[in-house]
């Protein structure tokens, strides 16, 4: 037993007889069902591609379209699924990223306050006071700073130096005093006030302005200490002496002789002295604080800068993963149509019922590049053939009425679909595996009939009206579907039959089938070429019999004049010129002439369609567009006779 998956092509499993495989690999095309081609077929012919959108758009509930649609759907969201999947990894890493870039990462309590006005201000106070401390000199006030005790012998010798000089500096303290109390006895009361305001002056010019109210407090206190310990604590001497001569360039010796002499003015400078180092020390550490705060506070807003653009980053990013999740259901469905719309066209195409008219090479350009053919046109005109005779069994198929060699046959190519029941089946097998040797199906195109060859053959030219006044009611469309099915009905009684068929507005010019579906109305009724060209036609065929016929809704509105050139508005001349088109038709033998009228506006339409009529010893028949393609079949099969075989 053979399993499924040995065989070459699975899916046309049941379907029939199964041809041997002569070429694996070449493109299998998309099956369909009957109703899904009648369906395409239909539409294709009556809107050209875009039927095919109107048709994907509504599938069949249980059709092979629809099947096909869900594999496709199904295989397109996973991959979409995955590339997504993909993406939101790559893009979730980026986050991630991205925080760790600009996240502000947490602080301990002082650092976040630092950038609290009220709390830099108590942070700097204690940092400033802090530095003040370091000092000194006020270690010494406060009793912190221990100076190092030097060895014996400097210890001894410095006591003694000290000795002698104290002792010198106390005995001109003592002779100084003595001339100043002398001096004090002839000084008015008045210069010791002006002396004693002077000092006061003095004292509220060093005035210094400190960053924060305790370190005033702090600083009266010093001074206080400082006066207490000046007088007894040598050490503070000594710094305090150190700074008064490096600030001001006293002398050490003139230094000890002011004290002696002044101890007043000894106390003030030393009170001078500490409050321009505590002021001093205040102003730079207060200098680097804010330089330092002030290169935080850059340092934070461009990390808060940093931040903002990464949560922005952050948002947007997100944002396109919703998005993307938002849009995969409508691009798995969009890419879904566009797959099954490929696929169609391709096989269509393999069944020949759609062409390339153009190469294009890029895939925008992809669903350019297509046109419906003859042969989808002609199928369309068996639709509607076929649901006409099924209308009504007042309408006789004369197929097979004609007399022909009884016996003789020729083996050909299918020219319409009506011949299908003659096909040879060997013939058309070999041509299908010649044609498309990947392929197991049997397209209209491969199919190889015995026809039979008859004598009489029929040439019919029609006549359409696409005028203006056609758009009127959609007689355009009714003419369209009449000369379908008409075309089908002459190809159906013999395959050799011809069919010629000529618009007609301002000018007349031979159209295809396939070109009957693209006609728009417009311009004017110009009957008179309409007969000069099918005249012509008529003239060169070497067919038994003719047949004429022409829809139309109107009276002859144009005609061309001596130059080639098409005149309008003279409806005299325009009828006088197409009734001598129509008598002059008289010329071909055995032509049968019908002449359609759509809707006429009033009895004049009716009048001039019977002078053309009975000129060109035919009938007029006013019809309804909803009536017309009945009409138009009933009188074909029930027109002429035909000719007798020899």
Not at 128 to 134: F, M, V
Not at 273 to 297: C, F, H, I, P
Not at 341 to 350: F, G, K, P, V
Not at 576 to 582: H, K, P, Q, R, S
Request: proline fraction near 3%; aromatic fraction near 6%; charge should be neutral.
């Amino acid at each position: 037993m053979v399993r499924e998956e040995e065989i070459p092509y699975p899916h046309i499993r049941g379907d029939g007889v199964v041809l041997p495989d002569c070429g694996k690999g070449v493109y299998t095309p998309f099956r369909l069902t009957a109703t899904e081609k009648r369906e395409l077929i239909k539409a294709l012919a009556q809107k050209g591609l875009r039927g095919l959108d109107d048709v994907l758009s509504e599938p069949l509930t249980d059709g092979s379209i629809t099947r096909r649609m869900e594999e496709i759907r199904k295989r397109i969201t996973e991959q979409l699924q995955q590339l997504h999947t993909t993406r939101k990894g790559i893009m979730e890493s980026d986050l991630k990223r991205l925080m760790r870039r600009g996240a502000v990462l947490q602080r301990d309590n002082d650092e976040d306050l630092i950038y609290d006005e009220s709390y830099f201000r108590r942070l700097s106070s204690e940092q400033i006071r802090g530095e003040i401390l370091s000092s000194d000199l006020i270690g010494l006030i406060e009793g912190r700073e221990v100076p190092e005790e030097q060895d014996a012998v400097r210890g001894r010798f410095r006591r003694m130096l000290m000795a002698v000089k104290d002792l010198f500096i106390r005995l001109l303290s003592y002779i100084l005093r003595l001339l100043r109390r002398i001096w004090d006895r002839f000084r008015r009361k008045k210069r010791g006030e002006e002396e004693k305001g002077r000092e006061v002056g003095r004292r509220k010019k060093g005035a210094i302005v400190l960053p924060f109210p305790g370190l005033s407090m702090d600083l009266e206190r010093w001074q206080r200490e400082m006066d207490e310990k000046l007088d007894r604590d040598e050490h503070l001497q000594n710094a305090v002496n150190k700074r008064l001569s490096d600030r001001y360039g006293y002398d050490a010796g003139l230094i000890e002789l002011r004290r002696s002499i002044d101890p007043e003015w000894y106390k003030e400078r030393a009170r001078k002295v500490l409050q321009e180092e505590v002021q001093s020390t205040a102003e730079r550490k207060m200098g680097e604080l804010d330089r330092e705060r002030s290169e935080s506070l850059r340092t934070r807003s461009k990390q808060l800068e940093e931040e903002r653009k990464v949560r922005e980053e952050l948002m947007k990013a997100e944002k396109r993963l919703e998005m993307e999740g938002y849009e995969l259901r409508k691009k798995a469905e969009q890419m879904t149509t566009e797959q099954m719309r490929t696929e169609l066209l391709q096989t269509l195409a393999h069944m020949g019922y759609v062409q390339s008219s153009r190469r294009s090479d890029s895939l925008e350009e992809a669903s350019l590049q297509w046109e419906i053919t003859e042969a989808l046109v002609d199928k369309f005109s068996e639709f509607i053939f076929s649901e006409l005779m099924q209308r009504s069994t007042g309408l006789r198929d004369r197929r097979g009425k004609q007399v022909s060699d009884v016996g003789v046959y020729e083996k050909a190519r299918m020219r319409t679909v009506s011949e299908e029941p003659r096909m040879d089946f060997l013939s058309t097998i070999v041509n299908a595996r010649v044609n498309h040797p990947g392929d197991r199906s049997i397209e209209p195109f491969d199919v190889i009939v015995q026809r039979e060859i008859t004598t009489s053959e029929l040439h019919c030219v029609i006549l359409v009206d696409v005028s203006g006044s056609m758009e009127e009611n959609k007689r355009l469309d009714a003419a369209k579907r009449s000369v379908l099915a008409l075309s089908q009905a002459v190809k159906r009684e013999n395959p050799r039959n011809k069919v010629d068929i000529i618009s007609v507005s301002t000018r007349a010019k031979p159209v295809t089938l396939k070109e009957v579906m693209s006609l728009e109305p417009h311009g004017f009724t110009n009957h008179q070429e309409g007969f000069a060209l099918a005249r012509a036609i008529l003239e060169s065929s070497r067919s038994d019999r003719y047949m004429l016929f022409l829809i139309t809704d109107g009276l002859p509105e144009a005609y061309i004049d001596i130059t080639g050139k098409p005149v309008a508005g003279d409806l005299q001349k325009s009828m006088d010129m197409a009734l001598a088109e129509v008598n002059a038709l008289k010329r071909i033998p055995d032509l049968y002439f019908e002449m359609f009228l759509l809707e006429p506006e009033d009895e004049r339409f009716v009048s001039a369609a019977r002078r053309i009529a009975k000129a060109a010893e035919g009938d007029m028949i006013v019809a309804d567009p909803k009536e017309l393609a009945y009409q138009v079949i009933d009188e074909f099969l029930s027109g002429g006779r035909p000719l007798e075989g020899v």
